[in-house]
């Protein structure tokens, strides 16, 4: 079996007899998907490059497919066994930011008022009357000069200064809350419609076609899907009101996807005959 890391979306997906099937739509935990057709690991005998090659015996069932053939397997006792699938909403999680709180500092401005008592040095002048009194030799030098004498006042002067303090502190708590959401998403799957009034109307078909002049290259069995293709879209609900006009673009993207760009040219006669033949019924 093939490691799942060697697979990847996009690379071209080969039938066991080398016809291009598709590229990877979406790889599974044990399967491929290419074209809407899921392929288990085990269904792939090779990887060359960017190209997968399927076994021999799938290859072969998924070009019977191509041709309008529903894929299915075929038991001991000859009954055929459809597989029916189905998407399924798988819903994981995952860690993801949703938002966040911001918590704004600003710096503003004060005007703060400290009382202070501060000392200071007060002068007063006063002046005596004294009895007369000789002048003594040392202080004889320097009578009778002008001049200022200074007294220094001394005090005490408010000197600021400022210093950073914490006045409190903003705690930002978080707490985890769980809630339950719908999550809502489109899936797809497989229904299988039976109509029996196709047996009644196969001979019709099987007689038409083998009246084509120049006779077909290819035996009824082989473009029978195809006739059953365009009968189904004509007797599906959802194109009861649709004519084969509005109806064709759809059935030539199908056909297209699975088998090239001329596919559809080279099927588009039967599919049209189903569809006609269903609505005359």
């Known amino acids: 079996m093939i ?17 291009l099937l598709g590229t990877i739509e979406r790889v599974e935990s044990d399967s491929i998907t290419v074209n809407g057709q899921q392929y288990d690991f085990s269904s792939v005998e090779r990887a060359e490059g960017n190209r997968l090659y399927l076994t021999r015996q799938v290859g072969a069932s998924t070009d019977r497919a191509a041709t309008g053939r529903t894929a299915g397997t075929t038991g001991a006792q000859g009954d055929t ?14 860690q993801a930011e949703l938002g966040d709180v911001q918590v704004r500092k600003e710096v503003v401005t004060e005007k703060q008022t400290v009382p202070v008592e501060l000392m200071r040095e ?10 007369d009194r000789p002048v003594s030799q040392a ?6 000069q002008e001049g200022t004498i200074r007294v220094p006042v001394r005090g005490e002067e408010a000197v600021v200064t400022k210093e950073a303090v914490v006045t409190g502190e903003v705690v930002i708590n978080k707490e985890r809350t769980t809630e339950r959401q719908q999550v809502t998403d489109t899936v797809r799957k497989e229904v299988i419609h039976v109509d029996e009034d196709y047996d009644r109307h196969r001979a019709a078909y099987e007689q038409e076609y083998a009246k084509r002049q120049p006779p077909a290259s290819t035996g009824f069995a082989d473009v029978e899907p195809h006739f059953r293709t365009g009968y189904g879209a004509a007797v599906d609900p959802k194109n009861a009101k649709r004519s084969w006009e509005e109806v064709e673009p759809d059935l030539r993207q199908r056909y297209s996807g699975q088998g090239g760009g001329d596919a559809w040219e080279r099927v588009k006669r039967e599919v049209r005959e189903g569809f006609t033949r269903a609505r005359q019924r």
């Open 3 to 19: 490691d799942r890391k060697n697979l990847r979306q996009g690379m071209q997906v080969y039938s066991g007899e080398e016809k």
């Open 122 to 131: 007060e002068v007063h002048v006063e002046q005596r009357d004294v009895a």
């Open 81 to 94: 066994r459809i597989e029916v699938r189905e998407e399924r909403l798988n819903v994981e999680k995952r």
């Open 139 to 144: 202080d004889a030098a320097g009578a009778f």
